[in-house]
């Protein structure tokens, strides 16, 4: 069975600051990797994924993640956070192919920006 | 077009009691999950359903949970004899298909507390 690691359980940066989150995965096979973004009060909505090709991918708002197999990492990031990206974010995996809909999630990273 | 919805928002209730929570999935979309987030944890799965196909309930903690689909749409999670270990944010997504690569979309959840 997969697992996801999200090293950090609060982050906390000034508005501008760089942001990374680490994500780290455990599973033999191939995975595809997404990260969930829930702002506060309001629904989980995905951010980005990946599934093949290209590593490095870019999402919605500005944010995005870089696929390293060597280190099962799909760490998210973005270079410069707002206010507006307060929020708890997960990682989440499901081995790849049809019938492997079943999503493995970290217990999520909260951030916090300050004005 | 409209979301996943779930009702109720929160429900509060005694130790033994049953509680029922419903789950309106997207219109067409055929796979339909339900995800429980406790406090400080990840989502973790509990069932799903696609089309007529047995549902994969590998996910239920115990017994005491279950969950019906009817008509291929409406979905609700039942909980018997409720603990106060049940007490989280019970989650629904929908997909409109079976792939690992069918994006997961997610209602706003229902927060159960169990006193």
């Known amino acids: 069975a997969q697992s996801v690691s999200q090293h950090n359980h609060h982050v906390i940066l000034s508005e501008a600051a760089s942001l990374e989150l680490g994500c780290n995965y455990s599973?033999?096979?191939?995975?595809?990797l997404f990260w969930y973004v829930q702002y506060p009060g309001q629904h989980l909505q995905l951010l980005l994924k990946?599934?093949?090709?290209?590593?490095l991918v870019k999402g919605i708002k500005g944010f995005e993640a870089e696929f390293i197999k060597s280190k099962f990492s799909f760490n998210l990031r973005k270079p410069s956070v707002q206010w507006s990206d307060t929020a708890e974010y997960f990682c989440a995996v499901n081995p790849s192919g049809a019938g492997s809909y079943q999503l493995t999630f970290g217990k999520g990273t909260k951030l916090s920006v300050i004005p | 077009g409209a979301g996943v919805s779930q009702s109720p928002s929160n429900k509060v209730t005694e130790k033994g009691k049953d509680v029922e929570l419903r789950c309106d999935p997207i219109s067409g979309h055929t796979a339909l999950y339900w995800y429980r987030q406790s406090l400080g944890q990840g989502l973790e799965f509990l069932i799903y359903f696609q089309g007529n196909s047995a549902p994969d309930k590998s996910g239920l903690p115990s017994d005491r949970f279950s969950a019906e689909r009817t008509g291929g749409s409406v979905s609700t999670l039942t909980i018997q004899r409720t603990q106060q270990e049940d007490s989280a944010v019970y989650l629904c997504?929908?997909?409109?298909?079976?792939?690992?690569?069918?994006?997961?979309?997610f209602g706003p959840g229902t927060r159960l507390t169990v006193l």
């Open positions: 997504a929908s997909s409109a298909g079976t792939s690992s690569y069918n994006e997961q979309f």
């Open positions: 599973y033999g096979g191939t995975v595809n």
């Open positions: 990946y599934f093949s090709g290209d590593p």
